[in-house]
């Protein structure tokens, strides 16, 4: 039961993102991540 109180914990901390908040030099490394061309469409293919 202490195995499932400790899972249960591990999962209601992960999904506690309140107050979470990425700067703008944070943005601007994902932004260079970006390899759709700035479109909102997804790869059709896996990227790897």
Do not use: K, Y
Request: charged share 35%; aromatic share 6%; no cysteine.
């Amino acid at each position: 039961m202490a195995e499932l109180q400790r899972s249960l914990d591990r999962i209601a901390g992960n999904a506690d993102v309140n107050g979470f908040e990425l700067s703008s030099d944070d943005m601007t490394v994902l932004d260079g991540l970006d390899r759709t061309r700035r479109s909102d469409r997804a790869l059709e293919r896996p990227w790897w």
